[in-house]
């Protein structure tokens, strides 16, 4: 059983910064893409920033010069540090990672529970 734990989250003031951590653990072959996203209240989930295993990266343009995407291919974690916080990036952010699990041949897509992000004065 493949799981994806995120941390990190929490509340803080426009401006300020916050990094969040997705840790996977269980029977893992190999991880492929790695993925944040996140969903404010009313709103659809959003693609964030995506990682290859090569730590090649991309992100969502409201979020670009702001954040940035690490991976330790080690520790099987990602990271999102998040800096320049805005209110309009209060959200649950969530984990995704491409996993072949041990034992399979497949890719298959997993997604961790979610941390809440608040940006507010």
Same mark, same amino acid.
């Given at each position: 059983?493949?799981?994806?734990?995120? &941390?990190?989250?929490?509340?803080?003031? +426009?401006?300020?910064?916050?990094?969040? =951590?997705?840790?996977? =653990?269980?029977?893992?072959? &190999?991880?492929?893409? $790695?993925?944040?996203?996140?969903?404010? +209240?009313?709103? /659809?989930? /959003? =693609?964030?920033?995506?990682?290859?295993?090569?730590?090649?990266?991309?992100?969502?343009?409201?979020?670009?010069?702001?954040?940035?995407? &690490?991976?330790?291919?080690?520790?099987?974690?990602?990271?999102?540090? $998040?800096?320049?916080?805005? +209110? /309009?990036?209060?959200?649950?952010?969530?984990?995704?990672?491409?996993?072949? +699990?041990?034992?399979?041949?497949?890719?298959?897509?997993?997604?961790?529970?979610?941390?809440?992000?608040?940006?507010?004065?």
């Amino acid at each position: 059983q493949v799981q994806l734990v995120e &941390s990190g989250g929490g509340l803080v003031q +426009p401006g300020g910064s916050l990094r969040l =951590s997705c840790a996977a =653990s269980g029977s893992i072959f &190999s991880i492929n893409d $790695m993925a944040w996203y996140r969903q404010a +209240p009313g709103k /659809e989930r /959003e =693609s964030v920033a995506t990682i290859s295993y090569r730590s090649n990266t991309n992100y969502a343009d409201s979020v670009k010069g702001r954040f940035t995407n &690490s991976r330790d291919n080690v520790k099987k974690t990602v990271y999102l540090q $998040m800096n320049s916080l805005k +209110p /309009e990036d209060t959200a649950v952010y969530y984990c995704n990672a491409g996993v072949i +699990p041990g034992g399979r041949a497949n890719e298959l897509t997993y997604w961790g529970q979610g941390t809440q992000v608040t940006v507010s004065s």
